[in-house]
């Protein structure tokens, strides 16, 4: 069976540690509806198990973690939103906290939405050729997906809005050096050293761990109440952005590979 006939997400069980795999390597495991239910599934599964003490996200294939949402879908409609739960966020994650650590194995570039899964999750280990980068803006949108304001929380503002406004991408070095994440290994590291991360979390008292998280992060019944002020100013914001013509170009021009033309409208 190829990977195209496989479910668009993979969860497999190590000891205490539930793998979840993105699985659509030749959209570069970039997220549908359908990716967005799975991994919702996925998360709440892991969230809901004693046994399972962390959770190590990563993506199938050797060139990309995520590329975030994918766009093909967006141009039919389709949203990155899990049907039923789209108050979950981007992939059925960016909104719904667990208290699960979640690992993030990067092994590939991280774009978009494929950095804000990095910056939704707890610790994140990347492969030496990673990217990581918000491009929305090339597209006539911006980073609606917690992107925009959790940049500037992890990272220095001036290195996190250089990002922001300039949709370049930073290397994993960069991104080892201001924090975005804790590794960096060759590529066949990648997995194994999330895995050996995840088993030293999983060594220690779970209710401890999990009451831990959610302290440090300030969350409340599955919620960060802290955030939701950011979140109404978001959704506020790209629904305006979204429904321009800009957005419509944007998405327009990247599916016709050709070079958009903004009118800021």
Not at 37 to 54: F, K, M, Q, T, V
Request: proline fraction near 6%.
């Amino acid at each position: 069976m190829t990977s195209d006939e496989q479910p668009g997400v993979l969860a497999e069980r190590t000891d205490h540690t539930l793998v979840v795999t993105l699985n659509r390597p030749r959209a570069r495991n970039a997220v549908d509806a359908d990716v967005a239910s799975r991994l919702a599934d996925a998360l709440e599964s892991a969230d809901h198990d004693p046994d399972i003490r962390c959770v190590v996200l990563t993506g199938a294939g050797d060139k990309a973690f995520c590329a975030g949402a994918d766009l093909k879908a967006l141009g039919r409609g389709e949203t990155p939103l899990a049907p039923g739960r789209e108050h979950y966020g981007f992939a059925g994650f960016v909104r719904h906290a667990v208290s699960t650590p979640v690992i993030a194995a990067v092994n590939g570039a991280a774009l978009g939405g494929g950095t804000e899964l990095v910056l939704a999750s707890d610790l994140a280990v990347a492969v030496e050729t990673a990217t990581f980068g918000l491009p929305e803006t090339a597209r006539g949108i911006f980073a609606a997906a917690g992107g925009v304001f959790r940049l500037p929380e992890q990272l220095p503002r001036k290195v996190a809005m250089r990002m922001i406004l300039t949709g370049d991408p930073m290397s994993a070095q960069e991104a080892l050096r201001w924090g975005l994440v804790n590794e960096v290994v060759p590529a066949d590291e990648v997995l194994p050293t999330a895995l050996r991360l995840a088993e030293r979390i999983a060594a220690n008292a779970p209710l401890a761990v999990r009451a831990s998280k959610r302290l440090a992060l300030g969350m409340v019944d599955g919620d960060l109440p802290h955030e939701a002020a950011a979140w109404e100013r978001n959704d506020a914001e790209i629904r305006a952005v979204g429904a321009s013509a800009d957005a419509m170009e944007g998405i327009a021009a990247f599916i016709e590979g050709r070079a958009p033309h903004w009118r800021a409208g």
